[in-house]
């Protein structure tokens, strides 16, 4: 340590005691203790957390390279040596630049040293957080003005003081480097900014170790209201005395400063000169940050609608917009001006596009006008572009105009802007980044939209023969054992990597420019399939035959099968294993990109369909199958584990957001294709390829049919192959090809697609939320669509069976949706003790809640279809006292326990089916006096009775409960729901209006105190619940108006 911590280096030495820094001895001898720290560093073993704590290494790290840089020499320096100085003071061997890489390589040793020996993942909190906040500190170049709070001095810890502690505990780190020199030199800040980057990523990391499900908002580095109720909770515990130790901040305290500290440095510039190593690195790091709390929402900012929910809360960022987007602008201006500087601008480039992206995905850019301006610099002009076959592809080569531009990175500056057209084109058709926002850009894009797809598709093209070349497979990892080429034309088998269609020699670029191109040729690919497909569909162009552009799109399209082939054949395990190594080195790509982009470019094919030959509609059903099995299948089965607790979270290294884009990719692309299928677009020669592909995932439902989804399922993709899978079914059902079939058997089909819906009612029936609404209503929509469509395959007795099957299994909105369907009510008959046991069964709420929602249903739908008569008599005689003891029991709480969470649904349902019973008796009545019929089936005197008795539990009911301004009941109104009384209010007036004389002669059957009430009910539903209480009523004032010439109040 003794020579990591160099004196301060003089600014003016005298010759006769010029001892120089930079000599051979001093050199040496600060790269051998860099170079042993370095090993120490990467042998954990042999550093104790002891050692770490007593010494503030990335410090003085930092420190020895502002020194460092500081006693560069410089080419040709020699040559303008002062006559005053002796020739000894010449450097002439080992450079300070050999230290400089030594130490850079040294520091990111050391942090990671730094991360890995602490255990407690309190203190990685605090360690991470106090790196974090001393990188902030040296990119700003500016010491923190906070003072330190010690314990010591303390009385009780705030908020405040926590942040400030935080803050100061840093300073000391950051002082060792700014009081060298302030500011610091780019070299240092460009250090500063990566060491963000990295401890920012241990901070996720250790985030998502923490959090349920791997959520970052559910972390409190990265949620304010957990973050301030858990610093809430360290303060109270040591101002009680209950720990000694500090109370520890979090990320999203110091977001504003962070937030500046990386757009400080992604616009660093020396003498208005712009430093684009650290404009890089600082980009890198805000990109990292948008990335994280992009979904995180401000608490401050909630709404209250008018309904009296919550509305949607804007991001945490949004406050910070304007200085985002004012960093990535100057990134990506910077690609079109690479000639003002003598250094590379292509990685700049490439980052303010990936940037932009991030902000596009999160949503932060509301207004059109703004998107125009920041994406001006990526569209191309006409002269930038040229327009050319395949056979004249060297036209697309870009060359170095000016000696000033590196010609081996100017191809990155064309990538990064296609890139980025493309990823933006992709999240408008997602439905991510709204079409209207972005209208402009597009409008503006249409007029070398050609050109675009051109140039993009050889880049693409570069792109995937640069990784067969490499040995790779096209999702960039060694190919699997039983990979072969067979989906590669014979002219790519064997490559020649000397020359591509977008360079002249592989050697010409440099590897940031071929890294460029291995990343980005899915989404290039996808993007110039699309605009291809458009424009051969337009007329053709003076420039470019149509013949041409076909052969462009010949291709690319096996360029997008083989990539979505090499995705399907490895084991999704073995990715998700590699997957955590290979994104470090790949910028977060993984092989879900390529999974969607070729999914994504494929669609556009198969909507088109004109233009697919025969073989590539083959291919396009093999790959149906390929990715129903390899990726929907999957997906339900996953489900089915979580929920049993057989397999653990995912990896907190792997996004689940990308897993999940490629099961609703996937998802699309087989609803795309049976849609392509039913329209004849494409024929793939059999049939059963396709219904193989969408039963699959439904056969996996089958399987479990004696199961259920948690309630608390809240899986996007589980609903959403479920609800696709349904669709798919739905267009092959209107299919004539495929009905016309001879090979097809129509009648095992559709009762297997009730079967499959009612399984599906049956798993769902306790899940909640828009998604599983959506999988409900389709599998509904598909019973009912089967019933009604083919009423000679589903004949009454096998409704009959499914009622009593699906009474059985607890599916009971199908049981509804089959019932609605039978014209008498055998299904109910059939199905009455599977009715009572659910009716009856306390010990579990939903099945008896299911059952009574079913049958409200059922009986309302019979009155609406005038056949109310044959189910309401055997209702209420095979489960009325069950029906009117639970509208007691939930509205009484006699039960208690979980009743109380759906009080008011079930007393609904309850006085529903009641009242529904009520107008069918009336209704009966009536028609029988005017059609003047022998027998009537309902007199006056029954209706009467049974109101009698209903009138009894709704006096209970209001006695408990009360009514909105009216306490009735004794218990003070402990465990009341207004609500409910008000129902029953409602019932007694609709009943009184109706049926006046049946009202009057049911009253004369209850008691007086019963009465009593049903009367004051009554009247307060008449009266809108006016206050009861006057006694406290103000006492109005005489005034004596004679002064204003009128009459004098009494």
């Known amino acids: 340590m003794s020579v990591i911590k160099p004196d301060k280096p003089a600014l003016f030495l005298e010759f006769e005691n010029y001892d120089h820094l930079g000599s051979i001895d001093a050199n040496l001898c600060h790269r051998a203790a860099v170079m042993c720290l370095s090993r120490c560093a990467q042998n954990s073993e042999l550093v104790s957390p002891g050692t770490l704590k007593s010494f ?22 020699p040559f303008h040596r002062s006559m005053s100085v002796s020739r000894n003071a010449e450097r002439t061997s080992d450079p300070p630049e050999l230290l400089e890489a030594d130490l850079v390589e040294c520091i990111e040793s050391v942090i990671n040293l730094e991360c890995s020996k602490v255990t407690s993942n309190v203190e990685k909190r605090r360690v991470l957080l106090q790196l974090l906040l001393f990188a902030k500190a040296i990119m700003t170049g500016a010491a923190d003005k906070k003072e330190s709070n010690d314990d010591a001095n303390h009385g009780e810890f705030t908020l405040s003081d926590v942040i400030s502690y935080a803050v100061s505990r840093a300073s000391y780190d950051s002082g060792i480097v700014l009081q060298q020199a302030t500011p610091p030199r780019w070299q240092v800040k460009c250090q500063a900014s990566k060491i963000a980057s990295i401890v920012f990523t241990e901070i996720v990391k250790l985030s998502r170790n923490e959090s349920p499900h791997s959520a970052l908002n559910m972390s409190p580095h990265f949620d304010p209201v957990e973050a301030k109720a858990h610093c809430i909770r360290q303060c109270h515990a040591a101002n009680t005395g209950s720990t000694t130790e500090v109370p520890g901040s979090f990320v999203i305290f110091h977001l504003e400063e962070l937030i500046a500290a990386a757009c400080s440095a992604a616009t660093a510039s020396s003498d208005q000169a712009e430093i684009r190593s650290v404009q890089n690195a600082g980009l890198q790091f805000l990109k990292q940050l948008v990335q994280c709390f992009g979904d995180v929402r401000d608490p401050e900012s909630a709404f209250v609608n008018p309904s009296g929910k919550e509305g949607n809360c804007k991001s945490v960022l949004d406050q910070y917009s304007s200085q985002i987007i004012s960093s990535v602008r100057h990134a990506l201006i910077s690609v079109d001006k690479p000639d003002d500087e003598l250094e590379s601008v292509g990685g700049l480039g490439m980052s303010g596009c990936e940037t932009l992206i991030v902000i596009a995905e999160k949503g932060l850019i509301s207004d059109p006008a703004a998107y125009k301006r920041l994406t001006r610099p990526l569209v191309p002009a006409t002269s930038e572009l040229a327009l050319c076959s395949y056979e004249e592809s060297a036209m697309l080569r870009t060359k170095a105009s000016t000696l000033q531009e590196d010609g081996r990175a100017l191809l990155m500056n064309k990538i990064a802007k296609l890139w980025a057209l493309a990823k933006l084109r992709y999240l408008v058709d997602k439905g991510v980044v709204a079409e209207a926002l972005v209208k402009r850009v ?3 894009l249409q007029k070398t939209e050609l050109e675009v797809a051109i140039h993009s598709a050889a880049l693409a093209i570069d792109g995937a023969r640069i990784l067969k070349g490499s040995g790779l497979s096209l999702i960039r990892m060694p190919p699997a054992d039983s990979l072969t080429v067979q989906h590669d034309t014979p002219h790519e088998r064997n490559i020649s990597m000397q020359c591509g269609l977008t360079f002249e020699n592989i050697d010409d670029i440099d590897d940031s420019t071929k890294e460029s191109l291995v990343l980005t040729w899915p989404a290039l690919a996808s993007s110039a399939v699309s605009s291809l497909m458009k424009s051969l569909d337009r007329p053709a162009s003076s420039n470019i035959q149509q013949a041409d552009i076909k052969l462009w799109l010949d291709k690319l399209t096996p360029l997008i099968f083989s990539g979505l082939h090499d995705s399907l054949r490895i084991d999704s395990s073995k990715n998700i294993a590699a997957e955590s190594e290979f994104n470090r080195a790949t910028r977060d790509t993984s092989w879900q990109e390529t999974t969607v982009m070729c999914l994504h470019g494929i669609r556009a094919l198969v909507n088109d369909g004109n233009h697919l030959s025969a073989t590539a509609a083959k291919e396009v059903g093999q790959l149906t199958l390929a990715v129903s099995r390899g990726i929907l299948h999957p997906a339900i089965e996953a489900q089915f584990l979580s929920n049993s607790g057989a397999i653990p979270t995912k990896h907190p290294d792997v996004a689940k957001e990308a897993h999940d884009e490629v099961v609703i990719e996937a998802s699309k692309f087989l609803e795309d294709v049976c849609q392509s299928y039913v329209d004849g677009k494409i024929n793939f020669g059999e049939n059963n390829m396709i219904l193989h592909s969408i039963l699959s995932p439904l056969a996996v439902l089958q399987e479990r049919s004696g199961m259920k989804l948690n309630p608390e399922t809240k899986s996007i993709v589980f609903f959403e192959v479920i609800s696709s899978c349904i669709r798919s079914v739905k267009k092959l059902l209107s299919s004539s090809d495929l009905l016309t079939d001879a090979h097809f058997d129509i009648e095992h089909f559709v009762k297997a697609m009730i079967d499959a819906g009612i399984t599906v009612l049956s798993l769902t029936s306790e899940a909640t939320g828009t998604d599983a609404d959506i999988a409900k209503g389709e599998a509904s929509s598909l019973v009912r669509d089967c019933l009604i469509q083919y009423p000679t395959i589903v004949t009454s007795t096998d ?28 299904g109910f008959v059939y199905s009455l003790d599977a009715i009572k046991d659910a009716l009856s069964d306390w010990n579990d709420a939903s099945r008896h809640l299911a059952a009574l929602a079913a049958m409200r249903s059922v009986v309302q739908d019979s009155v609406a279809v005038n056949s109310a008569e044959s189910i309401i008599g055997h209702v209420m005689t095979g489960v009325g006292a069950e029906i009117m003891h639970l509208l007691k029991a939930y509205g ?6 979980q009743i109380s969470e759906h009080r008011t649904a079930a007393c609904t349902d309850c006085i529903r089916i009641i009242i529904l019973t009520f107008q069918h008796m009336h209704a009966s009545s009536s028609v029988s006096e005017q059609e003047e019929t022998v027998v009537e089936q309902y007199d006056e005197q029954m209706i009467s009775a049974f109101l009698s008795v209903v009138f009894e539990s709704l006096v209970s009911l209001i006695a408990f409960n009360g009514l909105p301004n009216h306490i009735i009941s004794g218990n003070g109104g402990v465990n009341a729901d207004p609500v409910i009384g008000r129902i029953c209010a409602q019932s007694i007036v609709l009943v009184a209006r109706t049926t006046p004389l049946a009202f009057k002669a049911s009253m004369a059957l209850v008691g007086p105190e019963d009465r009593g009430m049903l009367e004051a009910a009554a009247r307060a539903e008449l009266s809108g619940y006016a206050s009861g209480s006057r006694e406290h009523a103000p006492v109005k004032k005489k005034i004596n108006l004679t002064g204003f010439g009128t009459k004098q109040s009494a």
């Open 892 to 897: 009484c709480m006699l039960a208690g326990g």
């Open 442 to 444: 597009f409008l503006e």
């Open 799 to 826: 409704k009959q069976q499914i009622v009593k099957a699906a009474a059985q299994q607890g599916s009971w909105e199908a049981w509804a949706i089959v019932c609605s369907q039978l014209d008498d009510a055998s």
């Open 56 to 77: 503030a290494l990335h410090g003085h790290m930092l420190n020895m390279l502002e020194t460092s840089c500081g006693s560069r020499s410089f080419q040709h320096m």
